[in-house]
């Protein structure tokens, strides 16, 4: 087994616990391997990481420090790298973690018997976990996103389909299906959907384990979950154009289907015929899965109805008198929807409201991320870190802080006293020495706010007009965007 936790520009109070929970998986250690794929551009931090890998080293686990000189490719470019070393080819599966993901020891021992008896099966997906749901009002609008996608598109799919998109981390893959279907490729930013798409096609297999969790955080800010959302509505665009003609071109199996009839020839003639069309409902369903469910409705066409009906067709109704749209559009389709997302997190049911404008609200962000992919647009390969705060496992980082955070560092240091370990003592003591100003300040989204004023504006066109349900869903509407474009949503970046 091969663990590979991907450390991108960590917090330094993070690092420690990202790699001892890795170590302390259970699986016996004469299997076990854990790389630490440190892709960080901070001196201090690269020593720090090294020197911990160093420390559990000598504890007895096979632990390998990989710092890449020439950092190409984002996320994909450092697995790929990682997966070209020999040594990885003495094991059989691999599994990856982010840095804020937090497993639980005895995550491999429910996952990878699942591979036990399927030699077709080719990925384990585990649920995600947040410990930081409850934080404020935009990682609640999230949970609930996520909760729906988790729940009903990755389960079902799992269940009906075998496959479904893989998470880029918390999942264990069989080394053999990533090498058979390409292994990572840097075309994309979501490579993880990316390795999926070509796997399924290839003909491997996946298992969604919704009782499996793993502890992790989400986005605090909304700067931060905006470039998130942005990188994950872009990059499927991008793929969809590349994965187009493979997956029309995608192979038919052959499924093994026989009757007991008297005349063989008759047989024959029914096997072929069943076959064959019971085998063209399954490519033209799995194709259209992939194509309308999978890339289409998500990631466009919701993006675009939310988009041109709410932010520009409703609005601009309210300036000419002949125009008119009827009340189940503008209010009973959306709220629909908003519930059976909401469904598989009942305690979010207070803020359905909130959720349905805020998700309004973001399709300005969906919608301009699909454009720039589906165009191949200069900022559909931009791949920002989504940046957090460490929340992933409160207990531990807490205690760690707490006993460990003013002594480890230093003492780990000399006890490796070189001429870099100096160095790194005098940059300490100089980050010690200043003192350390968090300024939270507040950004201003245009395009947001150029939507408030349009929207607050038709509001009151429509307040003259006496047009109550508009009225009401304009202002509404036009103060989410405003709130939105003032910044004043989740947590502020310092």
């Known amino acids: 087994m091969c663990t590979n936790l991907m450390l991108h520009f960590m917090k330094l109070k993070v690092y420690e616990q990202s790699i001892a929970t890795a170590c302390q998986l259970d699986w016996p250690k004469d299997r076990f391997l854990v790389q630490v794929l440190d892709d960080s551009d901070d001196e201090l ?46 094991y059989e599966f691999v599994t990856i973690f982010d840095a804020d993901f937090q497993p639980n020891p005895d995550f491999l021992k429910l996952t990878v018997p699942h591979f036990k008896g399927n030699p077709d099966l080719g990925l384990v997906q585990a649920r995600w976990s947040f410990v930081n749901k409850d934080e404020n009002l935009l990682t609640r609008l999230q949970y609930i996103n996520l909760c729906f996608h ?13 496959f479904f998109g893989f998470n880029g981390t918390a999942g264990v893959w069989r080394i053999q299906a990533l090498e058979e279907s390409g292994g990572w490729l840097e075309r994309t930013t979501v490579e993880d959907m990316d390795i999926a798409v070509r796997a399924h096609l290839n003909g491997w297999k996946f298992i969604f384990l919704n009782d499996v969790r793993v502890n992790c955080e989400l986005p605090e800010s909304y700067e931060t979950y905006k470039k998130q959302q942005h990188r994950w509505h872009s990059g499927p665009m991008q793929l969809f154009r590349l994965c187009l003609p493979a997956v029309l071109k995608a192979k038919v199996y052959r499924l093994n289907i026989s009757f007991h009839l008297p005349d063989r020839i008759e047989t024959r003639k029914i096997e072929n015929l ?22 289409l409705l998500r990631k466009l066409i919701l993006p675009l109805y939310s988009f041109t009906l709410f932010c520009i067709i409703l609005p601009l109704t309210m300036f000419i008198p002949e125009a008119e749209l009827p009340g189940w559009l503008i209010c009973y389709v959306p709220i629909t929807m908003s519930i059976l997302n909401i469904l598989p997190a009942p305690k979010s049911f207070p803020f359905l409201m909130p959720y349905l404008l805020f998700e309004n609200t973001m399709s300005v962000t969906k919608f301009n991320a699909m454009i720039s992919g589906l165009f191949q647009l200069g900022s559909s390969y931009e791949w920002v870190v989504t940046k957090k705060t460490g929340r992933a496992s409160e207990s531990d980082l807490v205690s760690l802080a707490e006993r460990e955070s003013k002594t480890m560092n230093e003492e780990k240091i000399q ?8 160095e790194m003592l005098e940059k300490m003591s100089e980050q010690k020495a200043a003192p350390v100003v968090n300024k939270k300040k507040n950004k201003i989204y245009r395009k947001e706010l150029a939507l408030a004023f349009l929207l607050l504006t038709a509001a009151a066109r429509s307040l003259l007009s006496a047009q109550g349900i508009h009225f009401y869903y304009l ?3 036009g103060m989410s965007f405003l709130v939105v474009g003032l910044d004043l949503i989740g947590e502020q970046m310092s």
Request: a positive charge.
């Open 45 to 90: 931090l690269q020593h720090l990481i090294r020197d911990e890998v160093m420390s559990w080293k000598e504890k007895g686990v096979n632990i390998v420090y990989r710092h890449r000189f020439i950092r190409t490719g984002y996320k994909a470019g450092n697995l790929k790298s990682a997966m070209a070393c020999d040594y990885v080819n003495d």
């Open 150 to 162: 988790f729940e009903v598109e990755q389960q079902v799919n799992g269940v009906f389909l075998n």
């Open 274 to 295: 069943i076959s064959s069309s019971f085998l063209l409902q399954i490519s033209i369903w799995k194709k259209a899965n992939l194509l309308l469910l999978f890339f």
């Open 415 to 422: 006890r490796r006293l070189s001429e870099s370990g100096l």
């Open 475 to 477: 202002l509404f509407q």
